[in-house]
């Protein structure tokens, strides 16, 4: 079987590919070489199925580093450095020598404040807190393994494997807050042992801002009848990592929709849009709705496909929708196919991921998502961390009821057509 004959392929080792060259490409963060490369790459997959892809540029300051760490003095005169990543979302940073001051807890009042903390923990009061304290100068923290630092009320986040398990910046474009470095796990005994004994520190986020070009993958695919309202397929396909699970289940199944409605003409157009900046705050799906800002309440529907619902490590399948009859709708789908939802958010409820926006804008939506006992650590590679089962009985669930949804008569895909 070659590239240039992709009908040889059976559904499933197109997914199986895809997912693979995905996770071959490298460390697919916003504004590499590695995201331009992964464009021209998906577009190329979009050509396979039959359609024209379409690379929307849009310009971009991609946030380089250029000396990222913590030097903390021992209690024997020594220093011991720990190496780390910046987050990049933060309004301040620093020079390359640096701010010091001692290290405490959270609520403390150090100057340095030394944390650990989830890759989930952008979703807590506390975290915006502390990045805003008047008296704070810096933080440092421990983002991956199995001990963190929450209040009480906060349920206990799932263990993450040894390492980085990064958080996002979603204020990337509107950046606050004190400099913040980002240790791995392995810091966390050292780091703790030193803001225990308030031990002095030295704190450099150095980073620089390069200019660059990035792009969003978009296709459409005609509809019969123009008139009618559209369906949008939307995915990210960017990451901190390589990111196979996390990313490669929407790539493969947005790629697989094509590859149906390209066989099956929908009575609807259908338009497809792989985003760029996921980790920075959607800031490529941003992009793409500032020039069609009526589609996101006209549009028929809305198809997220979002984060690590082909996880095999630690997963469990998150469905979000508009209403209560849509969500009935993809459960049957997905029961039709054996597989179901761990997580319905509430139909009232903002949804996760790039969603939110459509919910912001009153737009109908229906959103496959997960969790991943990998997110955002290096170790979400292909193959292991795939569950391909449950992959494939998802894009056949989604693939028909998105054939399903394209082609009805009925104005509010929430009603059978």
Do not use: C
Not at 279 to 301: K, P, T
């Amino acid at each position: 079987m070659s590239r240039s004959d992709p009908t040889a392929e059976s559904r499933s080792e197109r997914l199986a590919r895809v997912i693979r060259e995905y996770d071959a490409q490298g460390i697919h963060r916003t504004g590499t070489e590695v995201d331009t490369t992964s464009a021209h790459w998906l577009a190329e997959l979009v050509r396979e199925a039959g359609v024209e892809p379409q690379l929307e540029a849009l310009d971009f300051e991609r946030t380089d580093t250029v000396s990222a760490f913590v030097e903390i003095a021992e209690e024997d005169g020594s220093t011991s450095r720990y190496e780390g990543i910046p987050l990049i979302d933060s309004a301040e940073t620093t020079d390359e020598n640096g701010i010091t001051g001692t290290l405490g807890t959270p609520g403390s009042d150090a100057d340095i404040v030394a944390a650990r903390w989830p890759p989930t923990v952008q979703y807590q009061p506390l975290f915006h807190e502390v990045r805003t304290a008047p008296e704070v100068r810096g933080l440092v923290v421990v983002t991956g393994g199995a001990e963190f630092d929450l209040p009480p009320d906060v349920p206990p986040p799932r263990r993450f494997p040894a390492g980085y398990a990064l958080i996002n910046a979603d204020r990337y474009l509107e950046p606050y807050g004190h400099p913040v470095l980002q240790l791995p796990s392995e810091a966390g005994p050292g780091l703790v042992a030193a803001r225990e004994r308030a031990a002095k520190a030295r704190l450099v986020v150095a980073v620089e801002r390069v200019p660059t070009r990035v792009y969003n993958v978009t296709a459409t695919v005609p509809g019969r009848e123009a008139e009618t309202a559209p369906v949008v397929v939307m995915t990210p396909r960017s990451g901190w990592w390589e990111v196979a699970s996390e990313r490669g289940g929407g790539l493969a199944l947005w790629i697989e929709l094509l590859h149906a409605l390209r066989a099956e003409p929908p009575r609807r157009t259908v338009h497809f849009v792989a985003s760029t900046g996921h980790e920075l705050g959607h800031v490529g799906l941003d992009h793409f709705l500032a020039s069609r800002q009526d589609l996101i309440g006209g549009a028929h529907l809305w198809l997220h496909l979002g984060a690590n619902f082909a996880a095999a490590v630690g997963g469990n399948i998150r469905l979000q929708a508009s209403s209560d009859s849509l969500m009935e709708r993809a459960l049957e789908a997905m029961s039709r196919e054996g597989v179901e939802p761990g997580v319905l958010t509430p139909v009232s409820d903002r949804p996760f991921g790039e969603a939110r926006a459509i919910f912001d804008g009153d737009g109908s939506y229906l959103s496959l998502l997960g969790s991943n006992g990998l997110f955002h650590h290096p170790d979400d590679r292909w193959p292991e961390s795939v569950d391909m089962d449950t992959l494939e009985k998802l894009v056949d669930a989604f693939v028909a009821l998105t054939v399903e949804i394209a082609s009805e008569d009925s104005p509010d895909p929430t009603k059978p057509g």
